[in-house]
C-alpha cells in the first residue's frame, strides 16, 4: 500500500466515530448550574464534599469518556462587566492561569467558555471554578474574579463514547464557532 492509500485509510477510520455520533447521538448530556455567589473558599476543603456541590460532583463523577462542554451565561449581566472583572484580576500579576481574551471580543455571545476534555469533566470543572493547587493549569478560575459578580452559568455537558476522545478538538473548534464564547480562543 502506498502511503496516498494509506492516509486515505486512516482518514476513514478517523471519521467512523464522527460518522457514529452523527447517526447515534452522544452517550449522555446533562446540565447543572452555578450561581458563582456560591463559590466559597474551598482551597482547603475538597469541594466536592460541600453540601453546596456534592450532588452536583456525584453526578459528574458517572461522566467517564471524552467531554465537550461550555458555560452558558443565564443571569442578566452585561459581558464588558465580566470581562472587566477578568481583566481586573489579570492585573493583579501574580494569578492562576486563566484563558487567553481575544482581541476582539464579541460582547453579544451568551457563551462564556467552550472546552472539551478527555476524561474527568469532574476535576476540569474543579479547576475552572478555581480550586486546582497548581497555578499554570488553565480554568476560569471562577473564585477568584466572579464571585462577587452577579452572575448565574448553566454548564452543558456533552459526554461521548471513548473513541471520540483524540476527535475531541473537531467538535469543539466547530461548536465554538457557532457559539462565539467571549472568552477562549478556538483556531
Known amino acids: ?13 478517523a471519521a467512523e466515530p464522527l460518522i457514529e455520533v452523527s447517526r447515534n447521538g452522544i452517550k449522555s448530556y446533562q446540565t447543572f448550574e ?12 475538597d469541594i466536592r464534599d460541600s453540601e453546596k456541590f456534592k ?8 461522566v467517564t469518556g471524552p467531554v465537550l462542554y461550555w458555560f452558558e451565561i443565564i443571569s442578566d449581566i452585561d ?9 481586573k484580576y489579570i492585573n493583579l500579576g501574580d494569578y492562576k492561569s486563566v484563558p487567553a481574551l481575544k482581541k476582539t471580543l464579541n460582547f453579544d455571545t451568551r457563551a462564556l467558555y467552550v472546552g472539551k476534555v478527555k476524561t ?8 475552572h471554578l478555581g480550586y486546582y493547587k497548581v497555578k499554570a493549569t488553565q480554568g476560569l478560575q ?7 459578580l452577579p ?18 478538538p473537531i467538535v469543539e473548534n466547530a461548536l465554538a464557532k457557532e457559539l462565539k464564547p467571549l472568552i477562549g480562543k478556538h483556531k
Open 151 to 168: 452572575i448565574k452559568f448553566k454548564i452543558h455537558v456533552y459526554e461521548f463514547e471513548k473513541n471520540m476522545a483524540d476527535l475531541m
Open 1 to 13: 500500500m502506498n502511503h496516498i492509500d494509506r492516509i486515505k485509510e486512516i482518514c476513514g477510520q
Open 55 to 62: 450532588e452536583t460532583f456525584s453526578q459528574l463523577k458517572k
Open 79 to 87: 459581558n464588558q462587566a465580566i470581562i472587566a472583572e477578568l481583566t
Open 120 to 127: 474527568q469533566f469532574w476535576g476540569r470543572l474543579i479547576q
Open 34 to 45: 452555578v450561581d458563582c455567589k456560591d463559590l466559597e473558599d474551598y482551597n482547603h476543603i
Open 142 to 148: 471562577l473564585y477568584y474574579w466572579a464571585k462577587n
